[in-house]
């Protein structure tokens, strides 16, 4: 007989050390007692499944149907999963397959191209029991084929400006406005987006940025709209210099994203401004190579994780109730203070001129 313990099963200490929560929390979860708050019960479960800790299916604490057992399907451009922003939908999925451990439900992930979307969108719906359209903006005429079929999909990073649909995206307006009041902070008076306007999302972005710079008297606002055909980080290159040819005194820049503001600075370093001494920019999202960049990147912090709980919370809202309102969840952002933002010296190009 073997008496040796068996090593090889993971422990809940084992999980409360990864999670960095008490062990009696981790056995409160394990438990589904109620009373902890949902992103800690998220933390504690993702971390239970990736060590193999074998759990019992559980229900949200906000009630609702449980999951277990049903088919979720998750749709995404190709495109738009292997270009620039694919590392933005990373943890998304990566959250969205810890989620299908926890809550047992069989999770289907399907990169496609658009007019399959379109077909899957409004033909396949009665194959699966939840739908997730992940990065998409169905035109009206498909969210109306939509909404007139048995099965109505969740929109994760994306808005419905027809509020039919039921989605979640992080704060866009604020989360501009947030980059324009900081760089107003510091002083910038010239200032300029680089981005594209191609989503709703997109457009609620920069028109945060926007309203809120030219909100201050003795402001000048500069924009440059990128294709979406090209990289974003190569087009930035050339927004940069077509920027400063035609505004010299420009010393501010906010980018749409993350790779749009490595490939701002990095054509700043080129052109020899000192960054952010001559020219301050702030991207956004913080994605993982944000902090890779010297210096390091400032920017707009979006919870990722919690856009994909938030999106199967809200399915199993319309799984429990089929007839209710459409809900549109807006997620806070945080901003990362990098060093690629600074306190204005005198005019950019201008001031090194003098």
Do not use: W
Not at 54 to 74: F, H, M, N
Not at 217 to 231: A, R
Not at 254 to 270: H, K, P, V
Request: charged share 25%; proline share 4%; with cysteine.
């Amino acid at each position: 007989m073997n008496d040796m313990p068996d090593i090889s099963r993971p422990r809940q200490s084992d999980i409360a050390q990864r999670a960095g929560v008490s062990i009696s929390t981790v056995s409160r979860v394990l438990a589904g007692e109620k009373g902890i708050s949902a992103s800690i019960q998220t933390k504690v479960l993702g971390v239970a499944a990736e060590l193999g800790y074998p759990l019992r299916p559980v229900t949200s604490q906000t009630g609702g149907v449980s999951l277990e057992g049903k088919k979720i399907l998750a749709l995404m451009s190709a495109e738009r999963a292997t270009g620039d922003i694919g590392a933005f939908y990373h943890d998304i999925f990566d959250m969205l397959r810890s989620l299908s451990q926890t809550e047992g439900f069989e999770l289907d992930i399907r990169l496609l191209h658009q007019k399959q979307i379109d077909d899957a969108l409004t033909q396949r719906v009665c194959e699966v029991d939840g739908l997730l359209a992940i990065g998409l903006d169905p035109e009206e005429e498909i969210i109306d084929r939509i909404t007139q079929g048995v099965l109505q999909p969740v929109l994760v990073n994306s808005a419905d400006p027809l509020m039919m649909l039921d989605c979640v995206s992080p704060s866009n307006f604020y989360g501009g406005a947030m980059a324009a009041r900081r760089l107003l902070e510091l002083g910038h008076r010239k200032v300029a987006y680089i981005g594209p306007q191609h989503r709703h999302t997109i457009r609620e972005r920069m028109r945060g940025f926007r309203q809120t710079i030219l909100e201050e008297e003795g402001t000048t606002y500069e924009e440059f709209l990128l294709s979406t055909v090209d990289s974003g980080f190569g087009q930035a290159g050339d927004a940069v210099r077509q920027l400063l040819a035609k505004n010299p005194d420009l010393t501010g820049i906010f980018c749409m994203n993350d790779a749009i503001a490595l490939g701002a600075l990095g054509a700043a370093q080129e052109l020899g401004l000192g960054v952010p001494d001559d020219l301050s920019i702030i991207g956004f999202d913080d994605l993982p190579f944000a902090e890779l960049s010297t210096p390091r990147l400032s920017t707009i912090r979006v919870d990722r994780r919690e856009i994909a709980r938030e999106a199967v919370e809200l399915m199993r809202r319309r799984l429990t109730e089929p007839s209710a309102n459409a809900r549109q969840v807006q997620l806070s952002v945080q901003l990362v203070e990098g060093q690629t933002a600074g306190q204005v010296k005198q005019t950019g190009k201008a001031a090194r001129d003098a």
